[in-house]
Structures are given as structure tokens and as C-alpha cells.
């Protein structure tokens, strides 16, 4: 006999996943908490997504897409849908109801937000003592900037990166794809999984706190190390300079790595450079750096004898490379393709298009079939009905 649980609308087909069974309540928005929302449904767990009447914000970001946001498309796929408006008291109630039954809940508001709105940690644990509560924030749970909105770029350029991404001596510039969002996304996934373990010890939920601020920093553990009397001026920066990075070739461009002695041996044979390779002046990765303005010159000479792509078939195995491409043509990419990192979903609105799928892969679980981020709404009658069909929302 069927259950009655909201949870069990989550229709997943396939085989399961190591989060199949676990219940999820989605209230976060933009990307990093939604996101990571969505690698834990590509683990098999039920997510229903809640947002407010008016949706969540990333919808109304700029889009090609007439009707739809491709950047709300690609960051919420594998949940149902379903609006409250927590301010109201009938709707608040039916988020109460589904706390009961769920695992998880994640959301991105400002501390002080959800005391105000009645959906505080200290509240739901309450009534689910087993919840885990996943609080994403800008600047974290302390301290002066906690109550301050948090943003991927904001974050970017307050913490280094942006310097960092500039040319030397250049003005600041960001790093788009929103990977200080991603990052924490993947934190947030990571930190939920970890409390869902350790509740099968203890049998009790617990907070877990990922923010922005975090997450930026930790991306760039390489570079946050400061030995007790050093000058905080020193250079952080990571890059190895030099033959390492992005050359011209005679038709577009190609990233080359060659820190290794084989690698930078390989490239010397590989573009007709052979006599680099004995000179001591070029020895290591460190003084290729620092005798870059005589190595760059040598290397895109040869370089600009074939286009970027002939050099990256040339190379091979040999040079770590790759040619520089516009991000529409991964969907073809015969190593792409042969990782099926690509799957079609059906969307109401915008009809067929391919997307990325499961980024994890697990041997004897590998995780039901993904399906379409939901449209705004989609869900809330069939969701409501299942929670009490005695409340009017």
C-alpha cells in the first residue's frame, strides 16, 4: 500500500542511489545552496524545492531562453516545486508539517531571518530533533559581516581572487562561472552528507554551517599561509608563469602545462625546441619562470605554425594541453560524450534540451535517472494535498 508522504511525489526512475530515502527541503535560492541541493537528488534523495510566490530570484536572471532561466534550468534539476509564502500562518503550518517528515533542510537566508520567519534551528529541532539543518550564508553564523548579503563575485573580490585573476600590475578582474558559488555547493553537499552519517551513530540532527566567505578561502588553502615573521607582501600567487599557461598558435589558443621535467622535455621535442632542454638556465619550473621573456618568444614562434587544435592532437598524450573552446562545444566532445556527462530532459516550457547529469559515479548505487528543474509552482497542489488536505493554502 502506497504511503501518503509528500516525499514519495518525487517519482525517480532507475536504480538507486546512496542517498535514496533521504528527504530534503530545498529553501535556498540562486546557486550554491540550490546546487548543492541537486547533487544530493542526483544521489537518489527526494528534494522538494520552496520557494516564495514570486520564485526564486535566479529565475529572473538574464536569459536567451524566452520564457525560462537557463542559469534556474541548469541548477535544479531532480526536484518537485512547490511556492509558500512563510508569513502567512496556513503556509507556514504546511512547512512545519513537511519538517517532520524530512532529513534535511537547507536554505540561504541571513542569520537574523529565520528566527523572524519561525524556521530557526532551534525551533525545527523541536519538532525533528533528527533534522539536519544546513544554514548557507554570505559571511557565516559570527562576527560583523554576518548579517550581510553574500555573492559569488562580492566574495571573489573581497578575498584576493580578483587580484589574483588580473594581470600583474592590471586592474582586479572576476572569475565568471561562479565558482566560489559551486564550491560551496559541493561544501554543502559534503558537510549534509557527513551529519546524515553521523546521525545513524547518534540518532540526533545537527546545524551545519557552509558559507560563502568559507569557501572562497578554502579554495585557495595553496595561497593562505603565512609563516610566523614573513612580510605580508610577499607573492601568493600560484601561477607558475612562463611556458605555463595560454600561448596563440596560428589559429586560436592553447593552455599548456610542462611543470615536470618529463612534460617540459616532451614539449621542447614535441615543437622543434630540443636545445632547451639540457640549458641550465631552464632547468626547473621555477627559473622557466623567472627566464620567461626568453623561453615565451622561442615557443610562440613554433606555436604559430599550426592552429591550436593541430597542436593539441600533435601533443597527445605527451603535453598536458587543450585548445581553447567555447563552452558549446563540450556537448560534443567525444570525451564528454564518452563519460555521458550529458543527458536530454523534457521541460514543460522550454521542450527538449541536454544538460549535464550525475557528476558522481557509484559502482552499486549509481542513482536514479535525473529530470527537469520544476516550474514555479509545479508541485504545490499535489504536495499540499499529500501534507494535509484539510489546510487551505
Not at 496556513?90 to 519561525?118: I, Y
Not at 525533528?128 to 553564523?141: D, Q, S, V, W
Not at 615573521?229 to 599548456?256: C, N, Q
Not at 592532437?313 to 587543450?322: I, L, Q
Request: charged letters at 20%; aromatic letters at 6%; hydrophobic letters at 40%.
Amino acid at each position: 500500500m502506497a504511503t501518503s508522504s509528500p516525499f514519495d511525489l518525487v517519482g525517480r526512475s532507475g536504480a538507486p542511489g546512496p542517498l535514496s530515502g533521504v528527504r530534503v527541503l530545498d529553501l535556498s535560492s540562486y546557486i550554491a545552496g540550490p546546487y548543492g541541493c541537486t547533487m544530493l537528488a542526483d544521489q537518489g534523495a527526494a528534494v522538494i524545492k520552496i520557494e516564495p510566490p514570486d520564485g526564486d530570484n535566479l529565475r529572473k536572471y538574464p536569459s536567451t531562453l524566452q520564457d525560462e532561466s537557463r542559469a534556474f534550468i541548469g541548477v535544479n534539476r531532480g526536484k518537485l516545486g512547490i511556492t509558500l509564502d512563510l508569513k502567512q500562518p496556513a503556509q507556514h503550518a504546511v512547512l512545519l508539517k513537511l519538517v517532520r517528515e524530512a532529513d534535511v533542510l537547507v536554505h540561504n537566508f541571513r542569520p537574523s531571518v529565520p528566527k523572524r520567519l519561525g524556521i530557526d534551528h532551534e525551533q525545527l529541532n523541536l519538532i525533528n530533533p533528527r533534522l539536519i539543518y544546513c544554514a548557507l550564508t554570505g559571511y557565516g553564523e559570527t562576527g560583523p559581516m554576518k548579517d550581510k548579503a553574500g555573492y559569488d563575485q562580492v566574495l571573489q573580490t573581497m578575498t584576493g581572487m580578483c587580484v589574483l585573476q588580473g594581470k600583474r600590475g592590471g586592474a582586479p578582474e572576476i572569475i565568471y562561472g561562479s565558482v566560489v558559488d559551486y564550491y560551496a555547493a559541493a561544501l554543502l553537499a559534503a558537510g549534509v552528507s557527513s551529519a546524515l552519517f553521523e546521525r545513524e551513530r547518534s540518532g540526533l540532527g545537527q546545524f551545519v554551517g557552509v558559507s560563502l566567505l568559507r569557501s572562497a578561502l578554502t579554495m585557495q588553502s595553496a595561497r593562505m599561509v603565512w609563516v610566523d615573521g614573513e612580510s605580508p607582501d610577499i607573492g601568493r600567487d600560484m601561477r607558475s608563469g612562463g611556458v605555463t599557461g595560454i600561448h596563440p598558435a596560428r589559429e586560436g589558443h592553447l593552455y599548456i602545462s610542462a611543470n615536470t621535467p618529463h612534460f617540459w622535455k616532451a614539449l621542447c621535442a614535441k615543437v622543434g625546441l630540443p636545445q632547451l632542454v639540457d640549458d641550465p638556465r631552464y632547468d626547473s619550473v621555477r627559473k622557466r619562470a623567472q627566464h620567461g621573456d626568453e623561453i615565451v618568444p622561442l615557443l610562440h614562434a613554433a606555436l604559430a605554425t599550426r592552429t591550436a587544435l593541430e597542436w593539441e592532437a600533435w601533443f597527445g598524450d605527451e603535453v598536458p594541453c587543450a585548445a581553447a573552446r567555447r563552452v558549446e562545444d563540450m556537448f560534443e566532445h567525444p570525451q564528454v560524450v564518452a563519460e555521458q556527462m550529458m543527458t536530454s530532459f523534457d521541460h514543460p516550457v522550454v521542450g527538449r534540451y541536454r544538460g549535464v547529469t550525475q557528476p558522481i559515479r557509484f559502482g552499486r548505487t549509481p542513482g536514479p535517472t535525473p529530470f527537469t528543474a520544476p516550474t514555479l509552482g509545479q508541485d504545490t497542489e499535489a504536495v499540499v494535498a499529500r501534507v494535509d488536505g484539510t489546510v487551505d493554502v
